[in-house]
C-alpha cells in the first residue's frame, strides 16, 4: 500500500502561481510514474502532467508551457509548479502514482482560480 498526501492548493487569482506537493509513503523505487490529475464540476477526471522515475514527463496540451512537474525522489515527492493560472485551471488536483504495489491516489487538493 502507498499513502500519498497532497498540500499546496488554495485560491488564486487569475495569472498567479500555486504550488502543488505529493509526498508517497514507499521509496521512490518501488515507484515508476507519479503524476497529477485534475477534475473539474461537472467534468471528467483528466490528465495534467507526469513523470517517470528516468525524468521523462508528459504535459496535457492546455497547461505546457504554464505548470511544470519535477519529482525529488530523495524525499519520495512530486511537485506541480502552476504558473499563469487560468479560471478554467479551478479544479480538484489529484496525486497519482505508480508502483510495484499498484495505482494509487491522492484524497485531492482544490484548486481554485478567480477571474
Known amino acids: 500500500q502507498v499513502q500519498l498526501v497532497e498540500s499546496g492548493g488554495g485560491l488564486v487569482q487569475a495569472g498567479g502561481s500555486l504550488r502543488l506537493s505529493c509526498a508517497a509513503s514507499?521509496?521512490?523505487?518501488?515507484?515508476?510514474?507519479m503524476g497529477w490529475y485534475r477534475q473539474a464540476p461537472g467534468k471528467q477526471r483528466e490528465l495534467v502532467a507526469t513523470i517517470t522515475s528516468g525524468g521523462s514527463t508528459r504535459y496535457a496540451d492546455s497547461v505546457k508551457d504554464r505548470f511544470t512537474i519535477s519529482r525529488d525522489n530523495a524525499k519520495n515527492t512530486v511537485y506541480l509548479q502552476m504558473n499563469s493560472l487560468h479560471p478554467e485551471d479551478t479544479a480538484v488536483y489529484y496525486c497519482?502514482?505508480?508502483?510495484?504495489?499498484?495505482?494509487?491516489w491522492g484524497q485531492g487538493t482544490q484548486v481554485t482560480v478567480s477571474a
Open positions: 497519482y502514482v505508480s508502483s510495484i504495489f499498484g495505482n494509487y
Open positions: 514507499k521509496s521512490s523505487f518501488s515507484i515508476n510514474v
